[in-house]
């Protein structure tokens, strides 16, 4: 029996070419949400298959992790590998995506969407870090969070203040331990004013080239 023949047989009635291109998916993209437009159909397909995709990623040293609440899909590599090691930037505009997504959703209905302008995570940021964020830098960051489906810009410049957002629930999921005390270690003094509501200031009238 070749392997074309074995995989036929393991998928049954299932459309092959289907399962490859959102077994790839999920594999290459970390999260799968009903909520985006690019992953919504994959995330009903892995759905309704799920015990078929549970099975072979088990094969590949994986765990499919569903979280219908959130309406989320994503993979757990069970020998710790695997995962994306972000930079100490992009894992501290994850986190203030993080904490903005709680407080948010304390005041909305379970099917509004969260949305943020961009010029308040250059507030958040300055308070946590006394120090002003470029563009390119906070383009850089937020462009590697859209990649995997962490959020989404409503405008065309992600480094502009006025740029909206829209943050989805994988933000919820993305860090792992090691990297959220990571990122706690180095701002601990302040983060406790955000989560209780702190004052900001405004990026909108500042000029940066870059």
Known sequence: MNHETRLDKFLGSVSKDKFKINANKLLNECFILKSCTETKNSYYFILKEKELFITYFDLLGYDISINEEYGVISLNNTYGTGRIRLKLLDSMILLILRLIFIEEKKKLSQTENVIVYVDELYDRYRSLRNERLKKQNMRSALGLLKKYHIINNLDADMG?????????????????????????????????????????ESYADEEDTD
């Open 160 to 200: 502009n203040p006025d740029t909206r957002l829209q943050i989805y629930p994988s933000v919820i999921l993305a860090f792992d331990g090691a990297e959220l005390n990571t990122v706690y270690e180095e701002t601990k003094d302040k983060l406790d004013k955000y989560v209780n509501g702190g004052e900001t």
